[in-house]
């Protein structure tokens, strides 16, 4: 799919999705013209990167989840393991905000970090 389609199907625009793959985020394949092609799972990273943004979590912080969604898992508030050590959860959401998901991804995340 083209980029207009992707940033309309994951509520963001164009620019956000070529920032997002200027960070090395998203991935899309390229057309034999050059064009980038996504795909469903683009849709989806998109789509998360925008949720954890949305808990305050800085664009350039989210790779762990996205490498946990890589993983396997069908939400990036299911992973509680995170490879990023300097991740300080705490510090970075803006605890006001937060949403019922918010807060669970927060308690799985700081009880797996005191286990």
Same mark, same amino acid.
């Given at each position: 799919? %083209?980029i207009s389609e #992707?940033?309309?199907?994951?509520?963001? @625009?164009? %620019? @956000?999705v070529r920032?997002y793959?200027s960070?090395?985020l /998203?991935?899309p394949?390229?057309?034999?013209?050059?064009?980038?092609?996504?795909?469903?799972?683009?849709?989806? #990273?998109?789509?998360? /990167?925008r949720?954890?943004?949305r #808990?305050g979590? *800085?664009?350039?912080r989210?790779r *762990?989840?996205?490498?946990?969604?890589?993983?396997?898992?069908?939400?990036?508030?299911d992973?509680?393991?995170?490879?990023? *050590?300097?991740?300080?959860l705490?510090g970075m959401?803006?605890?006001p @905000?937060?949403?019922?998901?918010g807060?669970?991804?927060?308690?799985?995340?700081?009880s797996?970090?005191t286990?």
């Open positions: 799919m %083209k #992707l940033a309309r199907r994951a509520d963001a @625009t164009a %620019k @956000t920032y793959e960070l090395g /998203i991935t394949q390229r057309l034999a013209n050059g064009y980038r092609d996504y795909g469903e799972e683009d849709v989806r #990273l998109v789509r998360e /990167i949720a954890l943004t #808990l979590i *800085p664009v350039e989210t *762990p989840f996205l490498e946990c969604l890589a993983a396997g898992r069908a939400h990036a508030d992973c509680h393991m995170l490879s990023d *050590p300097g991740l300080r705490a959401l803006r605890l @905000t937060f949403t019922a998901g807060r669970r991804l927060f308690r799985r995340l700081t797996s970090a286990a």
